[in-house]
């Protein structure tokens, strides 16, 4: 048996959560053979539910789990991290834009960063789940000035795996059909899911489509689903939230497929033309634990523009957390 690994995750009490913990510890994320230690992080007035739901996790009696442990304070929670989640902050309800929350949310990840910073391991992998993730994930980058930006990224698989689903059921096909579909910019409406390179069973997705179901219908599906899973089930997605996320660490740690990409919202180091200093969503591989945006894409005006609108909009997220960079 290997050594553990350890895992941490916040808001461990919040709905997220109650569906990525219980797959951890199941071996979801590392496998059948990689035991697991579960830090949790809550603030004081959830460790009542937390205590219940560590009860639950023990009760399953899952052979890979080997310690939890909670804690009301991220320097506690992060000791030794090799894995950390960033989960909890507020989620938005009906009617509010994600970037509604970004000044309710935005220090908790200074204070996380900072925590990380001092204590997890060096090479520790963060992702940044709570929203608005990209402009949360840049706090958090700024605030660890002692970890590579490289470990951190905010999560736009959701959006990926929303992208796949829907050209996988246009198309009839099963989703392990489907490669290179792109998710560019922010974790907002504004964002482009590109279907340029896409493939169907190895064929260009747009030759399988028309443009107008694409430019039309897919787009706005896919940029506007998380304000409809709020709509039919009055809370924001969680099951495919929890999965997502699962997804984008087994890609940082089991590589991307040959020829094929993930999409993860990075701190940007220029490429396709988007500031330094802005985390932006791109087509990511991850080859031998290295990790690069996919390069040589043909971006066409029609994606230009959205690459540009997502700068935009990014850029004023940063404006309005600049004190805590
Ligand atoms: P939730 O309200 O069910 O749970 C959030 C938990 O975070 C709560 O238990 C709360 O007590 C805890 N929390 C709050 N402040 C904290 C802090 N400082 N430290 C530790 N824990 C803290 O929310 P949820 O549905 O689990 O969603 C969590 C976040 O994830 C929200 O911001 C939501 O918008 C976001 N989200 C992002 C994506 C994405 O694709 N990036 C997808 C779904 C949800
Ligand atoms: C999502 O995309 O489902 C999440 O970001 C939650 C939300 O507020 O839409």
Redesign the pocket.
Known sequence: MKTPVNIAV??A?????YSLLFRLAAGDFLGPDQPVNLSL???PP?MKTLSGIVMELSDCGFPLLRAVTTATEPETAFGDADYAFL??????KEGML?SD?LLQ?AE?FSSQGRALNAAAKREVKVLV???P?NTNALIAIHNAPDLPASNFA??TM?DHTRAVSQLAAKCAVSSAAITNVAVWGN?SCAQYPDLHHAKVNGAPALSLVDKAWYEEEFIPTVQYR?GEVIKARG????GS?AN?ALQHMRALVLGTPAGDWASMALLSDGSYGVDADLVFSFPVQVTNGKIGVAQGLEINEFGHEFLLRNQRELREEREAIKHLL
């Open positions: 916040t808001g009490a919040g709905q997220i959560s992080l809550e603030i959830a989960i909890g902050a507020k989620p938005r994600r929350l949310n908790i789940t709570g929203n993730a905010a999560m959701l974790h998380g809370s924001s997605s969680a939230a997502a």
